[in-house]
Structures are given as structure tokens and as C-alpha cells.
């Protein structure tokens, strides 16, 4: 099978450890786990261990893709609702380990899920002798867990391959472990995670779920499961549905649930499904005495009462018993049954008066529900009052409704509802008006139906008679309904009544008398290569399927065709079985899923496929679903690095000058490297480009002296002798006085102008060997053909002592990332913050940047760098150029910095020039205005022009220990001359200039 993989670079940071960071992710899937409670509190939140679901050591190999690790973290009581953040660390830096992402993740659930994609080129790392690495996941509050990797050749994995094709499933892991239903017919969704050997998620499987024997053996309901489960990418999902009856169930708490591969059955897992106690079932429904007298004026009078029973959410019972109780006196009248079953949310009692009926005799007959003997009780409170007539009162005291639920199951079905209004003695009203309210699902999307003739209708003998007629398409309704229900209430009309409502209960199924429309909506399920990503010249399978929207897989003899069209051939095109490339491949029907191969090309980037399906619908109709799936085409590993300058900047914040560098980082094909790998940085500040301030060789006077190996001549050489880096100089220089924990070598350009990306760059000096060799850290890859030598290198620190004062200290450079890391973006840039304290305008500084990439000639991963070399000017030169000019005014204003320096008795620049500009002849002047320290203190500052002629850069005098000078430039033609003033800009500066 044809294997695709992310490309991975590890880095080595210039001034620490790497420790990568990054964001929360979207994670779309669920929580592989749920703990047993234990010891402790089991409602805390702070982390009290950390362990890998997968298992603390994994094995890879070359053809092994992106692998999830999901970091369990477990609170006192190993209950997994901990909160925090979880973080990762690389241990061995100095190895080649691959990339783990994100740096940091929040914890969802006790659970946070890292991508790991292992290093390129095993076998080779093998060879070298690098065996596995190891990282460190620890939380906000230093509980750690460690996970190792071990390093196989493909040619080893005889007990399954680390890829997630590799090996059948070795174990399972179950979103829950153990819960509790409170509820008739509740559901619950359960993700079941299969892993193989190397704790890689297989690619598909299936999986069993077995009942539990004691239900099997007992008969007793436990619940409904799915025989089978699919696995697809690691995870399947599937619901277990409480039993109706959940008083007997609670004869098997628990109830124990297998899940188990179906290829192998002792590959399992269990879950446990505990029930409501045997005390009773949950329902406690609410009971009410509806249309009954309370006041008995004749002897033997027989009564219906009607017993309305609902649950909490007003919806009447189906099933059930009510049971009634007696008064502890007797000749209280008899009722016909002792229970009676629940019907459409009634019970309905025949009940008999006493004969003879005794005169101020009150009784109370208790009426409960028979499965619930916790639940609330109702009474019926009648009063005897033998050859009195009953008061009557023709106001609307309480409206009932003894329909029960109203079912419809067929399109635009009339139903007539009537409505009861009953006085304060429970008889019926003569007078009254009843109105409707509708639903608050009714609106001009969702068809609930309608009242008729009005919404408004009064009472006759105590009755009012709508007509309800149910919506047009029953299916489209229930499609756009979060419930498959709705509640009409009907009042009493009058505004100042208090009358109770009767509450209508409307529940729609699905129409069966009229063949109906398929409103099922269908979607692609699209899948290549890692995360639909893909390499540079590659042959990568793609899997297509078509679903429903719940998930449901579409009968493949259903299928009439798939047709799938690249929109950028020049990236990518399609190929069949065969091999056989084209822009738009028709793949057939009667198959689902389908399967064929992407073949991109050398270009990377975006490219968007169209995937159309032609299919029956469920009514046999022909549709045709169309969708654009995009698939990101990686470049190819770093073969080249650049590094400019883009602007500078002044910082009042920091006190300091911002240069503005790029990184730009291209493959072979010149693709900019979009896989947004990090990368190292490090920067050596040096004297002004001046010949009193170069040195041959260190000198001993101190860390931040002026003096540091420098060398323009292409005199070293690095080599890779044994396995271990050196780099050799020869003439006149000596490393004696190289100072190994601050100092660090930067190469630069060949002499010889070849491209040498493998040597150049930034080196960790380990030991000074001898005066002309040094043993550095890292590893160099020796390329035969192109030799590392003719190298100009410079050895130095990013910081430099005061020379007028020695207990001002030192000033520095720093290199600082627009975000977290220096990270390549998408389009193989990024943007460097080279930042430098203000004393330091006018000096040299040597910026590096490193990264892994590739070799073509040898075709290896190696380091790859550059170096870029630049005069500090703060911003005071932004335009400058050679420039013609006759007539009389200002020609020219611009911004300059210079720093001065104590020197014997008289005052000289430090760090170089004071501003790079030269007149050419007599006809104008350069002159300087608004001259300030930048800290804001005018002391000892000669309040005359600084003059600039074509000799002498900087004449006038001015005093200042280690302060920086800004002042306004002009140029500015004699009055009364005509010809030509030239301003000339010295080479040095030549190239720092836009």
C-alpha cells in the first residue's frame, strides 16, 4: 500500500532547550476516556498524574504516518474532569526526533490529543546509531509522564509496523467506562478507539458488542446495543439505549457490556451500565382530579372522575397504573375499581354515593400511581349534602381537555378538539368565551399545522369544539422540529380572569399513507494522505464515500457513478488503478466506497478536487451530489535559505532600534516551504567595519572587547571526522582566547561562491582542540561534491562592554520572533525582530539562521544555513542616492545617529561615521539641525551645526560617554550659484541603503 507522510524538521535553539508552543486545536473527536472514581475529591480539577492511553513506548518506522497520543490527566480521586494545560518537551534535542503538535493544549475533559509524525529517513538514523527518542508531557502543576520512541527498520516490524496500516487491533479504548441512566428509553453515545501494536489507530476494523449473560439468562431488558461497529481512521461510534422498564433493570446494576474485536475476541473492553434503585422506577408523574363534583346532593349518585396523569414536561403517560385509597371511615360511597391503566394521559373511576347519604359528611379519596409509591399524591375532596342544590356559577374556573395526545401520522389530517369549562362547584359553564394561543414553534419556516373556524370560541352546555387540522408534509415538519411535539393552550377569554388553561398535546410520526419525498441529506466523505495532505511527486490512494448526514454508509448498488476532476492539473492529477493519469477520472458506480490515486506534481500549494456522485435516493430518484474537497500539496524539504532586510525602526518602548529581517526558505523546485517548520536564529554584534577595530586573533582583555576573530578571507573549513563536527582556520589567527560559553562561530559567504547551505550558518563551540581547530555540537553531513571550505566566518557574542565607562556594562543585540517561535508561515517566510541598544549604531552585526533540510546530491537530511552581514544605521538613512541639482534650496533632509565615545582628552566617533553622505565640489552645503542625545539630555552638546564637507565626515566637537546623537540633515545649494551639486554616498554604505 502506498504510504503517505507529513515531512518533519527537529531544530536546536540558539540560547535554550526547545520547548514548542502552540495553540488549542479544533479536535473534532470525542474523549477516548472516562475514568473509575477512586480516593480523593472527585469533583477537583487539579491534576494529580498523567499517563498515554497508547502506552508509554512506541515503535516507528519509515512508512508510519501521523500518530495521535492522547495524554490522560487523572485527579486525586482518578476522576478525569482535571482542567489546565498540558505541555510537551523534547528531551534529546540534539536527535532527530520528528515534530509533536501542539507545544501546549488545553485539556478537555481530563484529555489532550498531540499529533506526533516521526523523522524522516529511520534507516539512516539507524545506521548513525540513533536508536529512539523521548518526550516529556507535563501539566501546569509538574505532574509529568514520559513517552519513548524506538526507531525500527521497515525490515524489523515482524510484530506489526508502526503505521495505521500496519496490524490488526491489539486494544480497544472506550469513551465510558461506567454511567448511570435515570430514564426510559435515554441515550447514550459511546466512541470506541482501536489501536494496533505500536498504538497507531487502525485504518478499519470491526468490533462486537456483546449483552450481558445475566440479562440474556433472566430475560430482563437491559438496554438496546448494535451488534457490529465499524472502525474507520481509528474510531467508530455507536448508542445504547436505556430499557423501558428500568425498575426490573436495576435487578442487574450492574450491567456489564463487551465491546471486542470481531477477528480476535479477546481484544476487549467493557462498560458498565448501572440502573435507578430498586425503590421504584424515575417517573413521578403529576396527577389531577379533572371535571369531578365536589359537592354530593343525592343518595347513590354515581360519578365519573376523570384523573388527567402527566410527566414533568406536561406530556400525558401512556402507561401505567393509578390505584385509590379509602378513608379509614366507612359509608363513604364505593368506587367500581380499585386501578385503573392509563390511557392517552386518563384514568377514569366510577363512583357510587352512599345511600343514605348523611348530611355535613365530608370525604377524601387518595388516588397515587401504582409503579411509583414515592411519587405525589392527588385528592378528591367531596362534601354530602343530601336535598340541596348545588350552587352554580357561570364563570370559567378551569378548562379541561379529555382527548389525551393528539397523534398525527397522516398529511394535513383534521382532528376536533373539545375543550370543557368547569365553575368553582366543578360543573359545567353556561357562558364563556375560549381562546387559542399557538406554539412558539409556529412560524413561517415550520408548519405545525392550524386551528379552525377561529381562534376565539365560546362555550355551549359547557363545551368548545375546534378543529385542528395537521401540516401539509408531516415529514418536512418533524425534519425542522428539535422535538416531534408541540403544546396548544386554551384560555379562559376574559381579561381579568384567573380560570386554569388546558394544554393541548400535538405529536406528529412520519406519514406513511402517501409515498413522500427523500429529504435525507447526503454528504462526500473525502480522504488522502495525512489530513488531506499530500508530497511533492508522489502516488497517494484516495478513498471516497457517500453518507447520509447522520453517518449512515449508502448502499453501493445505489451508486450510478463517481466522477472526480482536479482544478489545478499543474499540482495535481488523477490516476487510476493502472496508473494512468488524467485531469477528470470517472470511477463507475455499483462501488461505495471507491478507490483511486492523486499524482502531484512538483508545484506545491492548494488544490481543489470536484467530487461528483450520481445516486437513487430512497424513492428510487435520480440526484447528484456535487462537492469541492481541497487538498493541501506540501513543498519538498528546505534546500535553500535567504535572509534580507526589510525596514528599520526606532523603539522609544525598548530603548532600542528594530531591524525588520526576513527568512525566506524554498525547496529544490523552488516551491517557498509551506509545511511551516520552526527554525533557529542567533545574531554576534562587532566593532565598526573600520581596520583599527579588526582583529586576526581574540583578544585576552575581556568578553565584550572590541577585538574577535573575523575573517573575510575564506580561511576555514568545517569536516565531519569520526562522526564529530570541526572547523579548522589557517594564516594568521589563533582560537586561544575563544571564550566557549559565550562566544559562537558564524559562517558566511565562500570565497569560492559556491553553494555551501550545509556549512553555513551558526555553530556551538564545544572545546577549543588547538589554536586553529575547534569541535562543535552539531552535525555536519559531508557532501563529496561540494566541499566546506573557503569559508569567511566571524567568532563573537551578541554583546559588547562600554569603552568609555566600565561600569555602564554592556549593550546588546537580541533576536526575537514575531509570534512564540521563529516558524516559517505557509508561503516559507518569516519575519526576524533584530533589535540593538542605541549605542550601538555604527556597528556591525552577524544575524544566522539554521534549519533542516535536504541534500539532493546525497539525498540525506542535513542542517542548512545562512548568515547575513549588516551595518547598524539606526533609521536614519531612508532614501539616499546619487543626486543632480541646480538652482538654490534644500535638496535633500534626512535622519542620522552617531555615537561618541571618550578617547584621551578629545572626543572621536565609536562606532563609525556620523552620517554617510559627501559633497562633491563647492556649490551647496550639508549641514545639521534639532541635534539631541537620545535620552533626552542636552549636557555638554555643542549647540552649533555638526559641518560635513567632502573630507571630513564629522568636524565639530561635541562630549558624551556612550550617547547616542540624532540630528537633521540638509543639503542645500549655495544662493546665487548655479551648476551641479553632487552627493555622493560612500561605498560602505552602499549596500544598507533602499
Known sequence: MLLHKKLSYVFILFFSFLILAGCGTNNSQKSPFTSATGGGSASSKEVASLSIANGNTLVVDDSTGAISIFVRALNSANVLNTEGNISVQYTNTATPSGTISPGVLKLTAGIAEFKYVPPQNIETLIESGITGTQFRFFSDNGRETLLNVTYKKVADNTGGGGSGDAGGITKIVLSESTFTVTQSKEAKEIAVYAFNSSGVGVDAGLVQVKYPLAAITSGIDAGTVPAKVQINGGVGTFFYTAPTDLSKATQLSPATFTVQDAANPSVSQTFEVNYASSGGT??????????????????????????????????????????????????????????????????????????????????????????????????????????????????INVLRHFGGTIVIAENSKGVPIDIFGFDVNNAPVTSGIVRVSYPAENSGSVDIGNIAPSIEMAMENGKATFTYTGPADLNRTLNNLSKPWVVYRFCDKAADSNAECADVNVTFALDTTTPQPDLQEYVIDFGV???????????????????????????????????????????????????????SLSLGGGKNPVNAYIKTDTISGLVDFEVQVSFKDTQGLNKVETEIKSVVIFSGPPTTLSITRNDSFKDSAQGAFKDELVVHVADQYGNPVNTEPTFTVSAIIGPADDPNHLSSERDAGGLGDFGYLYDLNGAGTISSVGGVTYFDTVGDHSFANIDIDNDKLITFTPTDNAYKYPALGSWTILEIVSNTRLKLKEEYVENPSIPANNLRFVVGHNFRDSKCNSTIGHYNVRVVPNGDVFQLDKNGTSIVNLFYDYPLVGADVFVAANILGYSNSINQTVRIGNAYKRFLTGVGIKEVRKVSYTGVGTMYRGRGYSTVDIVDTGYTMQYGYAHPLALVGSKGYISTSNVAFLDGNTSNLDSGNLVFDATSILDNIFTGCDRTVEYEVFI?????EEGTVTVEVPSRFSAELN
Open 529 to 583: 494522505g495525512i489530513d488531506n495532505t499530500l508530497n511533492l511527486d508522489t502516488l497517494t490512494p484516495f478513498t471516497l464515500v457517500l453518507k447520509t448526514k447522520e453517518g449512515s454508509v449508502v448502499e453501493a448498488d445505489r451508486i450510478s457513478d463517481v466522477t472526480i476532476t482536479s482544478k489545478r492539473p499543474t499540482l495535481a492529477k488523477l490516476a487510476d488503478a493502472n496508473g494512468a493519469e488524467s485531469v
Open 282 to 395: 424515575t417517573i413521578n408523574p403529576n396527577i389531577r382530579v379533572e371535571g369531578a363534583p365536589s359537592v354530593i346532593t343525592e343518595a347513590g349518585q354515581k360519578i365519573a372522575v376523570t384523573l388527567l396523569v402527566v410527566d414533568d414536561n406536561n406530556v400525558p403517560l401512556s402507561d401505567g397504573t393509578i390505584v385509590v385509597q379509602y378513608p379509614n371511615s366507612s359509608n363513604l360511597g364505593l368506587f367500581a375499581e380499585s386501578e385503573v391503566s392509563i390511557k392517552n394521559g386518563q384514568a377514569v373511576f366510577q363512583y357510587t354515593a352512599p345511600d343514605p347519604l348523611v348530611a355535613g359528611t365530608t370525604a377524601e379519596f387518595t388516588f397515587r400511581y401504582k409503579e411509583n409509591a414515592s411519587s405525589n399524591p392527588t385528592l378528591w375532596s367531596v362534601q354530602f349534602s343530601p336535598g340541596t342544590p348545588q350552587a352554580t356559577d357561570s364563570e
Open 972 to 976: 542645500t545649494a549655495k544662493p546665487g
